[in-house]
């Protein structure tokens, strides 16, 4: 796929809607084409945090394993959300994993070429935390309602 | 009880009034007025005037009661006490059916309604409102309640103009008295002037006229009329509180957050004495019973209180755990959402919540207090 | 309020601590129930409780109840056996209301047991499809094993004219589906708001986030219906104990319009 494919679909993708052309072509410039078949790993907790996911098809699973219980799954996300938030923050590791529950077809970016563009020029910088700022704070209210376990059967 | 055409006051002696009474008995009624018991006047079975509280008055506040001794042989010279007549219309414990098991299966038996007659003799103006309000509550929706509905239609009224007002009365800003307009069978003024003591009687009802008409009684001339006005003015003009009503549905339902509702829960026992002596108050929570077998069960309605904690449970908590909440509840429901649900206000202003109040709160001070203080 | 004596005619588990109980009466002509009305069913001897009826409204022969054992009555319910007697009084309150949802959109939003008082509607909208545009089931709960009436919603995952979308808070090894909070869902569904009616059932903390999710997504407050809940002891506005503000919560309730609530909701404790 060109260069100008995948502008395209980093233009179209609902997560940098309301961005400005230049500003998408400079993310552009840190992007590539991924596919991932199910159960594949997209990220492992503990690895460096080198390249993010944006989803433009299929579910992953996040989660965290844990000895004799398995993978413990307490989010899915699905097309037009984003794969990992912990580039955004030193020691740039992943918390988590992500595993394709189907096949996933995904714009990979390259985390320390955003980092760095983001650095040059910080209205590009400010207009990225525009974008991910509000998947963190959703993320943030609907663990908190997970974790309060509003269904469960009071003591 | 509506009189097509109300024939003309009479006046009865106090021997007309020991006559009326009899004859109300005689008539299969059980006579239950005023009578002084455990330092308090309540309401129990009179058979006499012996048993009506000649010569007593009350002196009433915030948190306080006391009987004390009148000039003269007044027998309704007092205001009202703890007692309201819900304890007859409304008794605090009432059965609703039994139920037996019957091989695998189960047999129900409807407790019947009560076939006992009360008179109620003595009934003040703002007590015929809040029987009023009663009927509004629990027969004029669509579950009309057997059970009080039997008991009212079995009522006979009499009712007394108050001769005098109580220290925590407020019944002219509830526009509910002192003077007994409707809802009575007679009614009676007691006049004690240079003319005797004696009773103005009016007739509410073709009940009321029946059994006035065997009893010893003359027509009431001008000057027994003029007294009876001069007495109901005169307890208007001494009320012991006032309260503003025309904005208090907004005010108190644009207030629910106001730090007056701190203020009052610092004070509040959530002690419930308040729901036990308000006239209109009705709830009711139910219980079921059973024999040691369990073969043999029952369920009762007994009054039950907001002011509990568990009026609000549901899975593992009340809504209202707060006492703060539960004041609020009552008091919003009393003055503002009582007029949303049955179209008029809840409170007749007997001030019966704030002499039995063992704080002394004052519900028309806390509502001049939400609308902004003294001048308010 | 004196009970008919019904017994009961079939128990089955749905879920852990969740029985639902099939009732069968000697007066069937007395059973019929909208949906979003609820029962009082009597254990003789224990005491009685409020359950919404959970089954459908055009077989009321088969009268459901799906019942969680939280308290005694709950959980003396819950072990009653088939035969055994018990009281039953209602059917009561203002249930959902279909009529607002004809030609509309029907978004359904069910949490955790609230899935029970929103089965009726859809048996009803099921069995008469044509009268309803697009119909979304969007189901939150707290785990796989908690997931109710698991056959049907699989028989109903199979039409191709209803969406249905079940999402856990926590998830099992097992689970393929949505982990997450329902009001996401909310959020990813992409139809038009401006034409949808929504029905909201689930503990009062879930219906306030689903609320703002369809407020967010377009969906007019007056076409937003919830069913709440509050001590019940009579079911017909006489004990007071079920007021939420000026409503009482047996008789104008249990479902109301949020438009009509939407004040009552933001004070604590009320």
């Known amino acids: 796929m060109g260069i100008q494919g995948l502008e395209r679909i980093v233009m179209e993708h609902p997560f940098f809607a309301g961005l400005d052309e230049g500003l998408r072509a400079l993310v552009s410039g840190c992007a590539s084409n991924a596919r991932f078949e199910p159960d594949q790993y997209l990220l492992r907790e503990g690895e460096p ?11 992953v699973a996040l989660g965290i394993r844990a000895p004799a219980r398995g993978e413990l799954v307490f989010q899915t996300v699905a097309e037009g959300d984003v794969v990992g938030v912990s580039w955004l923050i030193p020691p740039y590791r992943w918390a988590s994993d992500a595993r394709a529950l189907d096949v996933v077809h995904a714009i990979a970016i390259d985390a320390a070429c955003l980092r760095r563009k983001c650095e040059e020029d910080h209205d590009f910088g400010y207009a990225m935390m525009q974008c991910f700022l509000p998947t963190l704070i959703q993320r943030l209210h609907a663990a908190r309602l997970q974790i309060l376990d509003v269904y469960g059967t009071p003591a | 009880m509506t009189p097509p055409r109300r024939p003309k006051p009479t006046v009865l002696t106090t021997e007309g009034l020991q006559a009326l009474i009899d004859a109300l008995r005689n008539h299969g009624f059980r006579v239950v007025g005023p009578t002084v018991r455990d330092e308090a006047i309540v309401y129990d079975d009179v058979t006499s005037l012996a048993d009506l509280p000649r010569g007593w008055t009350d002196e009433q506040d915030g948190g306080r009661y006391r009987l004390v001794r009148r000039a003269d042989d007044a027998l309704f010279g007092h205001a009202v006490g703890p007692h309201s007549w819900k304890k007859f219309l409304h008794p605090p414990v009432q059965r609703l059916w039994r139920a037996e098991r019957d091989g695998d299966g189960v047999r129900i038996e409807p407790e019947p309604v009560s ?3 009360f008179a109620l003799l003595g009934v003040r103006a703002c007590e015929l409102k809040a029987i009023a309000i009663q009927d509004r509550v629990l027969l004029g929706d669509a579950y009309a309640d057997a059970h009080y509905g039997a008991r009212r239609r079995g009522a006979f009224v ?6 005098v007002a109580g220290g925590t009365c407020f019944c002219v800003s509830m526009d509910a008295g002192p003077r007994a307009d409707d809802g009575f069978d007679l009614s009676l003024t007691e006049l004690m002037d240079d003319a005797g003591h004696r009773f103005l009687v009016e007739v509410g009802s073709d009940e009321g006229r029946e059994m006035l008409a065997g009893l010893p009684q003359r027509p009431a001339d001008p000057p027994d009329l003029a007294e009876a006005d001069a007495v109901v003015a005169r307890t208007a003009a001494s009320m012991g509180r006032e309260m503003r009503t025309d904005d208090i549905h907004e005010l108190l339902m644009g207030n629910l957050e106001h730090s007056r509702w701190d203020d009052v829960a610092a004070r509040c026992l959530s002690c419930g004495n308040c729901t036990m002596v308000c ?17 043999q069960t029952s369920r009762s309605r007994r009054w039950d209180s907001c002011f509990t904690m568990d009026f609000s449970y549901i899975h593992g908590g009340s809504v209202r755990s707060s006492a703060r ?11 503002a959402t009582w007029v949303d649900q049955f179209g008029s206000s809840g409170c007749v202003g007997c001030g019966r919540c704030i002499t039995w109040c063992p704080v002394g709160i004052d519900i028309t001070e806390e509502v001049r207090e939400i609308r902004g203080g003294e001048s308010a | 309020m004196v009970p008919r004596v019904v017994r009961v005619s079939r128990r089955a588990p749905d879920a852990p601590q969740v029985w639902t109980l099939e009732l069968e009466t000697e007066a069937p002509e007395l059973d019929a129930f909208a949906p979003g009305q609820f029962n009082m069913l009597t254990v003789f001897g224990v005491g009685e409780v409020p359950i919404s009826v959970s089954g459908n409204p055009a077989a009321p022969e088969r009268l459901a109840h799906t019942i969680r054992a939280v308290g005694p009555v709950s959980t003396a319910l819950v072990g009653l056996k088939p035969g055994d007697p018990l009281g039953l009084r209602g059917p009561f309150g203002r249930g959902w209301p279909m009529d607002a949802a004809e030609g509309r959109d ?9 899935l029970a008082p929103l089965r009726p509607v859809l048996y009803q909208v099921v069995a008469q499809r044509a009268r309803f545009g697009r119909l979304v089931l969007l189901y939150g709960t707290r785990s796989p094993d908690d997931i109710l009436f698991r056959s049907e919603i699989e028989g109903w995952r199979s039409r191709l004219d209803l969406d249905i979308d079940i999402t856990v808070d926590h998830a099992s090894p097992s689970w393929r589906g949505h982990v997450g909070v329902v009001t996401k869902l909310i959020a990813g569904a992409a139809f038009d708001m401006s034409r949808t009616v929504a029905f909201v059932c689930g503990p009062e903390v879930m219906m306030r986030f689903a609320v703002a999710a369809l407020r967010d997504a377009g969906v007019a407050d007056g076409a937003i219906h919830l069913s709440m809940e509050r001590n019940m002891k009579c079911a017909v506005g006489f004990c007071g104990h079920c007021q ?8 104008d309730g249990p479902v109301f319009r949020y438009d009509q609530v939407r004040d009552l909701f933001g004070v604590k404790e009320l």
Request: aromatic content about 10%; hydrophobic content about 35%.
């Open chain 1, 49 to 59: 945090a080198d390249q993010f996911y944006l989803l433009r098809q299929g579910r």
């Open chain 2, 115 to 117: 076939t006992e007659r």
């Open chain 2, 158 to 163: 009499v009712a007394v103009n108050c001769g």
């Open chain 2, 279 to 295: 006239p209109t108050c009705f709830c009711t929570s139910v219980e079921e019973s059973s024999d040691l077998t369990g073969d």
């Open chain 2, 325 to 335: 909440s539960r004041y609020r509840q009552w008091m919003t429901h009393k003055l």
């Open chain 3, 106 to 114: 029907l978004v359904i939003v069910a949490g955790g047991l609230g």
């Open chain 3, 244 to 251: 939420l503000g000026p409503a009482f919560v047996c008789r």
